[in-house]
């Protein structure tokens, strides 16, 4: 299919644009209407679901075809071959405890081919962007990851299940890992911490349970930045990180491959 990328990125700007200023606004958490889903730690609230239903109006008027998949109930399949996959407020305990960590992710998926990708952090007020074949960029400066020489100086980020008997299992994990690394970091967002991995702020990152719309487009911007990711299957952790340390962190994770 001939889509123009970036007028597609173009749009999930535009659809940004829509919802961060009020996202960053003091008043944000005023009338959060905090509900709970998965899990009594698996929360939404009302500005989630305004978020959402705000980006989808957004990218629906520049491109009506189109489809949707997002965190708070968008799905539609769309005609045109693009599927927006939408979370719009990813980190939303960050957000609702005032903070950082928390992001706004939209991914467009081209014939099933995750194609642009925007995260934008409204703590820190930066924008991540990729488009596929073009690179990735922070506040439209390139960015790349990190080369550390070995495991043992690797920085590695992670986050944590919702369910306490997936939690037991990660302690488990995260035992056997840290004698093997430099330091680990739980900030709370997988998207930023997508992010933090392209920019080289972080040497990988790593978790269980995380939905597509969690990485998509993180995924797409640890890619073109020069990382690599493993596939994300079910039961098994998502990772991502430096090509330098990568197999190694694969194989501490009894992943190897």
């Avoid at 430096?242 to 009894?254: H, M, V």
Wanted: overall charge negative; some cysteine.
């Amino acid at each position: 299919m001939n889509v123009d990328l970036r007028e597609l990125r173009a749009v999930a700007n535009a659809a940004a644009d829509a919802v961060v200023p009020t996202l960053a606004a003091e008043g944000a958490r005023d009338d959060l209407g905090i509900d709970t889903k998965s899990s009594a730690t698996d929360m939404v609230t009302a500005m989630d679901r305004w978020a959402e239903a705000t980006i989808v109006d957004a990218i629906r008027l520049a491109r009506p075809h189109d489809g949707f998949i997002g965190e708070e109930g968008a799905d539609e399949p769309g005609t045109s071959g693009v599927v927006w996959v939408i979370d719009p407020i990813d980190g939303t305990t960050n957000f609702i405890r005032d903070l950082p960590g928390f992001s706004v992710s939209i991914a467009a998926r081209v014939d099933g081919v995750d194609s642009v990708g925007l995260i934008h952090d409204p703590v820190r007020d930066e924008r991540f962007t990729a488009v596929l074949g073009d690179g990735a960029f922070c506040n439209e400066d390139p960015i790349r990851v990190s080369s550390p020489i070995d495991l043992s100086q690797a920085v590695v980020a992670t986050g944590f299940h919702y369910q306490p008997s997936v939690r037991a299992k990660q302690a488990e994990v995260i035992g056997r890992l840290l004698p093997r690394i430099a330091d680990i970091r739980r900030f709370g967002g997988a998207a930023v911490d997508c992010c933090s991995v392209a920019a080289g702020r972080l040497d990988a990152y790593f978790e269980v349970g995380v939905q597509d719309w969690d990485i998509a487009a993180g995924r797409l911007l640890v890619h073109e930045a020069g990382g690599l990711s493993c596939d994300h299957r079910p039961g098994l952790p998502f990772v991502c990180g430096s090509p330098s340390i990568f197999d190694a962190l694969l194989d501490a994770l009894d992943l190897g491959q």
